[in-house]
T-cell receptor, first 116, second 117 residues
Framework: QQQVKQSPQSLIVQKGGISIINCAYE??????FPWYQQFPGKGPALLIA?????SEKKEGRFTISFNKSAKQFSLHIMDSQPGDSATYFC???????????????FGRGTQLTVWP | GAGVSQSPSNKVTEKGKDVELRCDPI?????LYWYRQSLGQGLEFLIY????????KSGLPSDRFSAERTGGSVSTLTIQRTQQEDSAVYLC???????????????FGPGTRLTVL
């Protein structure tokens, strides 16, 4: 059962445009929502993350929008650049004092291509 | 400082053989994770080690898969009697997992690409 559903599977955007990737989750116990960026041949790297106590987080050209009632969150990449071309994964987990809850549940990824 | 390292970077094996994949986490990180990434799929959780707690093995797909973490540092993922469907990139991640932290950043290694012929 896919705990985090991600769309679209692939996305093509022109340079300077806005890239938007969406994710939805079911488990209301999730309280940490990161986005990871992966380039070919590399491991994923944390891009930006949000906790459910805020509805938006912005870091440079990257923004996470979070809708707790809808159980959805999205990544917006403003002024998309060819160097942003990569695979993006959303994820969710529980961040608690408990030592046994730390795994990330990943979406299936979105392959973003930004044309120059 | 050094990141998460994994070896080998590529492994080609014949069906039925056993393989061992190694992960060296970032020094001082208490949590270590193994994931599997197949073409077109997301990252599939395999196993999670946290300090001295019993590992969370809930993601291991069959009893052919096992992992250990020695001395709270290096981890080895072993796949016995490999099958063609085991072909994937195996990713290791570590996390400082600070008590009470409001985040859970996982630092990934470059992965081991396993091909079972």
């Amino acid at each position: 059962q896919q705990q985090v559903k991600q769309s679209p599977q692939s996305l093509i955007v022109q340079k300077g445009g806005i890239s938007i990737i969406n994710c939805a989750y079911e488990n209301t116990a999730f309280d940490y929502f990161p986005w990871y960026q992966q380039f070919p041949g590399k491991g994923p790297a944390l891009l930006i993350a949000i906790r459910p106590d805020v509805s938006e987080k912005k870091e440079g050209r990257f923004t996470i929008s979070f809708n707790k009632s809808a159980k959805q969150f999205s990544l917006h990449i403003m002024d998309s650049q060819p160097g942003d071309s990569a695979t993006y994964f959303c994820a969710a987990s529980r961040v608690m004092r408990s030592s046994t809850l730390g795994r990330l549940y990943f979406g299936r990824g979105t392959q973003l291509t930004v044309w120059p | 400082g050094a990141g998460v390292s994994q070896s080998p970077s590529n492994k080609v094996t014949e069906k039925g053989k056993d393989v061992e994949l190694r992960c060296d986490p970032i020094s001082g990180h208490t949590a270590l994770y193994w994931y599997r990434q197949s073409l077109g799929q997301g990252l599939e959780f395999l196993i999670y080690f946290q300090g001295n707690s019993a590992p969370d093995k809930s993601g291991l797909p069959s009893d052919r898969f096992s992992a250990e973490r020695t001395g709270g540092s290096v981890s080895t993922l072993t796949i016995q009697r490999t099958q063609q469907e085991d072909s994937a990139v195996y990713l290791c991640a570590s996390s400082p997992r600070l008590a009470g932290a409001s985040y859970n950043e996982q630092f990934f290694g470059p992965g081991t690409r396993l091909t079972v012929l």
